[in-house]
């Protein structure tokens, strides 16, 4: 199986660089210090399981209470609604924490789409 690569041009560089999705993943030193401490990345994936879970059991009063908003759980323990991505971000960093750490969901209120 042969991988492609695809050399992103000046202007789609800037805007993966610009979008807030890019604040909500790890940096390359992140990475690099994971590798460096073992246990450290396994330990962090495991605390934002346990605070993604809690989420989705608390999303029927979620749903009820910012329906068409994001809601986050912050590493702190914050729970954050936000009407976009942008405000997400920035509310979390407000707080002086790292994004990619936050469990977050959109509070979809809308029909279900039905698997064929």
């Known amino acids: 199986m042969a991988t492609h690569f695809m050399k992103l041009t000046e202007e789609s560089r800037k805007k993966l660089e610009a979008s807030p999705w890019r604040k909500m993943s790890f940096s390359i030193e992140e990475v690099r210090e ?3 401490t073992p246990g450290l990345y396994s330990a962090k994936l495991q605390e934002q399981a346990r605070r993604s879970d809690l989420l989705s059991d608390m999303r029927p009063e979620l749903l009820k209470k910012y329906p068409g ?3 986050e ?3 702190s323990g914050n ?3 936000a ?3 942008e405000e997400m971000v920035a509310k979390i960093e407000e707080l002086g924490e790292h994004p990619p750490m936050a469990a977050a969901d959109f509070m979809y209120t809308g029909p279900r789409r ?3």
């Open 34 to 36: 994971f590798g460096r």
């Open 69 to 71: 908003q994001w809601v």
């Open 73 to 75: 759980l912050t590493q």
């Open 79 to 81: 729970l954050i609604a």
């Open 83 to 85: 009407a976009s991505i």
């Open 114 to 116: 039905r698997d064929s």
